[in-house]
């Protein structure tokens, strides 16, 4: 999973290329998945979904549900539907059965096709029909789908998207049972899925049918159908479709250069693919941004402009490598609550800083390996995110265990409070995944990486069916580390301590916050983190130690003056940045409607520049260190430069 906001670009022309009538033509073997989940005494019954959308404009995904005994035997008396309160890799509950209306009902079979059966809702996700023992039941709902980010579905007149955690009910005690999804498209969009066709289905012109082995299979591969444009391309011998539904400034010529080179440099990492064929499912919006992983897909959202500027465009491809590695690390790469899922409940890892952080630190670096990123730009990215880190003050109020642990309740439901209670294991994790990388590398002398700790989890754990725990990944980054880690781990993992950086970097021959600016005087500093909206400039949060926090200083504060004269975002900054550390002045306020006047003495800002830069007069180790980890030459800085 990736929230992503990509910047602002200017608008270009995009190439259009022809579609063809279908992604998912042939036959296709699915991805593994565990099957350890306790599984129901009776007999499977043969479970198969239409999703039609004949009305796009009401946003209402039809959805038909056949359930037949496959035996002699008649449907158990009751059974109960349930549709899943979250999906995998997002981890909120997000209740999708509260989009459910007209459900109904009926017998199936030739015989009394329409007679209706009895149901009634047993908690807030669970319907439970009276089968009367018929061979057959069929049940028709509608799924109200007017919100496009990649763990909802949407529903208009230029697409549908879906997930189906979001959209199909499972039969309780089946969800190892395999299913069959038709989808019937409005007009002449056409399907793009992971799923592949099942073998033999016989539909209507427009329809297809797909097949899942289980649900943890279907409900992690979403739909995508509408007129979307195409294109397709090979990486050791594997098919991938890249799908792009929307308009927008990308250059599909350019996409179709650069997004191989990531599958290619992901697969030399982790030797080879681990799939039949892989689909991108791309959209593009105005605002909104994102990406969600998947065992053969993915389903990703960028701002529609986004994509000519070359800051936000690289933006862009660190995305799609994100949730690429995820198909690694978190699909196969299990950590223990992991999969197989429960669908009804908060599935608790203390592993996400692994899942998303380390996937946020491979993001970069793999565009670095691909040749997308320059070095340059890769250490300034990661001052940026250290810089981002260090003005967070709840890094030292929570470890990234903790933070992974609360995910549900912190990283998805954050508030003006959390950038002093909380911290982001994506942030905290991907820095978290440098220091181990460099620490390993500086421990063999540049012989093993992180790279080998995330073989080691794929052959140990994915290969053999197994999740890993906690202390599963210790050993193996020891192993691969050839020593202990207890201190690291206690210290940034379990712990909550400062990151080393500055020891880290100085063995690859790095510095960090190494200007020291002594000619320019300090400027003074506010610490509020405002905004600006129309007319109104408010405190959107306030970071704590700051001035503004230590003189009270509140979120939703609505500032109007300093010393007497009206400010905007930009004044305020132009105003403060005359000003030096110690000077005081005063802010009028409005706070719950009260014209309110306090009196500020500006601070200083001691946390530096965070830019990384190389050491003067380095030694032969750190430049050896250094080129095995950028895989480039140190430029030398001498001291009588
Ligand atoms: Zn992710």
Known sequence: MMLRFLFASIIAGFALIGGSPTIAAQPRRPASMPTNRAQTNQPTPNISYTVSMSRPSTHLLEVELRVRAMTQTPLPATLDLRMPVWTPGSYLIREYARHVQDFAAQRGGNQ??????GWTKTNKNTWRI???NVPEIIVRYNVYANELTVRTNELHDRHAFWNNAATLMYVEGFLNAPSTVTVKPFGN???????PQATGSNTEAGSQTFAAPNYDILYDSPFLVSDFKLFEFEVRGK???????GEGNYDLERL???????????????NGLPYDNYTFLLMTHPTAGGGLEHLNSTALIARRFSFAQEESYRGFLSLVAHEFFHLWNVKRIRPDALGAFDYNNENYTRLLWVAEGITSYYENVLLRRAGL???DDYLKLIG??????????GRLAMSVEEASFDAWIEYYRPDENTVNSAISYYDKGALLGLIFDLEIRRRTDGARSLDDVMRALYTDFALRNRNYTPADFQVVAEQVAGGSLDGFFNSYVRGRGELPFAETLQAFGLTINATTDTKTPAKAFFGANLTQDGERLTVRTVPAGTPAYEQGINTGDQIVALNGTRVTLTSLNERLGERRPGDEVTLTIFRLDELRTFPIKLGQNTQGDFRITPVQNSTDAQRKLYESWLGTPMKTVTSDE
């Open 112 to 117: 009394n096709e329409s007679t209706p059966l």
């Open 130 to 132: 009276t089968t009367q």
């Open 189 to 195: 969009w056409k399907i793009a899925t992971g799923l």
């Open 239 to 245: 098919p991938h479709r890249f799908v792009v539904d």
């Open 256 to 270: 179709r250069a650069d997004v191989p080179k990531i599958v290619e440099e992901s697969a030399k990492m982790m």
């Open 373 to 375: 990123m320059k070095s």
């Open 384 to 393: 940026n995110e250290i810089r981002a880190l260090q003005s967070t003050p």
